[in-house]
């Protein structure tokens, strides 16, 4: 029996959750202890075992937990970049953008200064464990540089940590104000995460138009980055899949004379334009269900799996959720395809 509980009474596809937060594997966080216990050499290799087991979960927090050792030990001028290129191209969606923000130029610059050291040291205590430690180092370099690069810097990762700890609600004031400061990635990045925490307070007409916003300033073309340009695509997609009825949908179809799943559509799409970096399956499953061609979407659903269960669920319900945005009755291929898709994932058929 397929769970009718993903529908709503109406036989509406329920939407999408706000993406949960990612906790440390067991085994890394043992990780992590030996490394915060003293021993360097013997957290280095037990991270780097797990870092090299493919593309799992696991796998991606090792990566940022090395990319943390280093960025602690060396700064910006070690062998971090392999480990955060190695988590930009996971599936993980809060390491993921955060790993690109860190591989940008703007980045190094806004660390670059006597106070960016504060940053990366704070940095390189909350990919270790050490959180508060971590938030005390980012909110009093948010405090004491306002208006300058490192104060950039500094609003972005307190935001992204307050975020990952659940204090959400907090973390609007140093995302939103660093938004207004800055422009390109670090205001992409920065609408990224608001977009999130206005998801979570079910404020989707906001969220959906923060995250328009995130979508155009992140795009490479706009000063923005190509590693992190798809991770805001796919939140994009999701929320106005999940809520085809917000403005920014209907904006579009009413100046454009465009139908819905062409807007739906549009942040998948530019999502894989930019997959030279990162390349979360949920961009090739939102995109190739529009054309109903499906050996990407298993393929997509296979990489999910492999990365966690979590990820792979939420791979079947952005199925679910696009379904009515795809489906056509004058089309028996398209529509028998995607009969046999939801067979297979064991998901119920939409009514609306």
Not at 1 to 23: E, I, K, T, V
Not at 147 to 171: H, I, K, M, R, Y
Not at 245 to 250: A, K, L, R, S, T
Request: proline residues 6%; contains cysteine.
């Amino acid at each position: 029996m397929a769970d009718q509980s993903l529908l709503d009474f109406d036989g509406r596809a329920l939407p999408l959750p706000p993406d949960p937060l990612s906790p440390v594997p067991h085994e890394v966080e043992h990780g992590l202890a030996t490394y915060r216990a003293g021993d360097a050499a013997q957290a280095r290799e037990l991270l780097t075992a797990i870092a090299g087991t493919g593309r799992t979960s696991a796998s991606g927090h090792a990566a940022m937990a090395l990319a943390g050792i280093e960025i602690g030990e060396n700064g910006l001028g070690g062998s971090h970049r392999r480990w955060l290129e190695q988590v930009v191209a996971g599936e993980d969606p809060w390491l993921g953008p955060l790993a690109a923000v860190m591989l940008t130029p703007e980045f190094q610059s806004g660390t670059s200064s006597d106070s960016g050291r504060r940053l990366l040291s704070s940095l390189a205590a909350q990919f270790t464990g050490d959180l508060d430690t971590a938030r005390d180092g980012f909110e009093h370099a948010f405090e004491a540089h306002k208006g300058t690069e490192p104060g950039d810097v500094a609003g972005l990762l307190l935001g992204n940590l307050l975020v990952q700890s659940g204090d959400q609600a907090a973390a609007l004031e140093p995302l939103s104000y660093t938004r207004g400061m800055c422009d390109g990635t670090f205001a992409g990045y920065a609408a990224h995460l608001e977009g999130h925490v206005l998801i979570g307070q079910n404020e989707k007409d906001r969220a959906s138009k923060v995250l328009q916003y995130a979508h155009r300033e992140s795009h490479p073309a706009r000063g923005g980055d190509k590693g992190l340009h798809p991770w805001v695509a796919v939140r994009f997609g999701e929320l106005l899949a999940s809520d085809p009825w917000v403005d920014v949908v209907y904006d579009q179809v009413e100046e454009s004379g465009v139908s819905e799943g062409v807007v739906i559509r549009e942040p998948f799409e530019s999502a894989l334009y930019q997959r030279e970096v990162s390349t979360p399956a949920l961009a090739d499953i939102g995109l190739s269900l529009f054309p109903a061609t499906f050996e990407p979407v298993h393929a997509g659903l296979e990489r999910l799996k492999a990365w966690s269960d979590e990820r792979y669920e939420r791979g079947r319900r952005l199925v679910l959720t696009l379904h009515t945005h795809v489906e056509d009755s004058r089309d028996d291929e398209r529509t028998q395809g995607l009969t046999d898709l939801l067979a297979k994932l064991d998901l119920p058929k939409p009514k609306y």
